[in-house]
């Protein structure tokens, strides 16, 4: 990769690059199961941190991969990369899995380009599509293993339907596809998670936010980002209204 490429087209190559790298890996047969997942993290993970080094030698690097440095923080820019989302989907043979390259300035998700090799897809916050118009009835996205009640609780009073998904990639990237109206997430992420995510829906013109409406920050000195909200604008307002409302038991 060079690196006069602008930022937007350099996540874009890299996110595609290596999930290229992670499909053909997959059809090598050389790895199965939950030895593909770790041979697939740590490829990708080794291809882009050797590309960002090289092409942006003075920006810092978050990796899901990586051993931090909280040194980082002190640079306004941090590319923020998750090589695998949805491990365990891309071990099983499915494609709701992800590549996330990132990069947050002064906290803020200004560039994202999410990767879904599965589907031979790249979504960038460059070269934003237009929204489709929302689905009828509404749909909410969760995960297959353990989707939040608060999201649960939502659905049933927005009359939602349920649509279970993978990888966090996939399901931000679903909404900004129009496939999905809504991906409300209380169950645990980090930065690597959905820095990427959330730069593209914010290019697309998506509500991101905290589930408690406050602003998603990156290049936090913790990367535990636990909980976030991706909806179309218009239905914000009640997302968060009823996010808030909900009490568990």
């Known amino acids: 990769m060079a690196a006069e490429e602008s930022d937007e087209r350099l996540a874009e190559l ?8 992670l499909l053909d890996l ?17 490829r990708a993970n080794a291809m882009l ?19 931090d440095n909280v040194v980082r923080c002190d640079n306004r820019r941090a590319w923020i990369v998750d090589p695998l989302d949805g491990t365990r989907e891309y071990s099983e043979g499915r494609s709701d899995w992800a590549v996330h ?4 300035i002064q906290g803020v998700p200004k560039v994202g380009a999410v990767a879904l090799p599965g589907l031979g897809l790249t979504l960038t916050s460059g ?9 009828v009835p509404l749909k909410m996205l969760v995960s297959r293993t353990r989707p ?25 990237m679903a909404v900004v596809r129009g496939e999905a109206d809504i991906y409300l997430h209380t169950g645990g992420q980090y930065e690597w998670d959905n820095c990427a995510p959330a730069a593209v829906a914010v290019a697309a013109g998506l509500h991101v936010s905290r589930v408690n409406g406050s602003p998603l920050v990156y290049n936090c000195a913790d990367p535990y980002l636990p909980d976030l909200l991706i909806c179309r604008k218009e239905l914000a307002e009640e997302v968060l209204r009823l996010a808030a409302e909900y009490s568990p038991g």
């Open 127 to 135: 070269s934003p599509k237009p929204l489709e118009p929302a689905n």
């Open 101 to 104: 390259v990132a990069l947050a």
């Open 49 to 67: 941190m050797h590309e960002l080094r090289a092409a942006r030698p003075d920006d810092a690097i978050l990796s899901e991969e990586e051993k």
């Open 148 to 172: 939040a009640a608060e999201a649960v609780y939502v659905a049933e009073k927005l009359g939602a339907e349920l649509l279970e998904m993978g990888s966090a990639g996939a399901k931000a």
């Open 26 to 42: 997959q059809a090598s047969g050389k790895f199965v199961g939950k030895s593909l997942g770790q041979a697939g993290d740590a």
């Open 14 to 21: 890299l996110a595609t690059a290596a999930g290229l790298m």
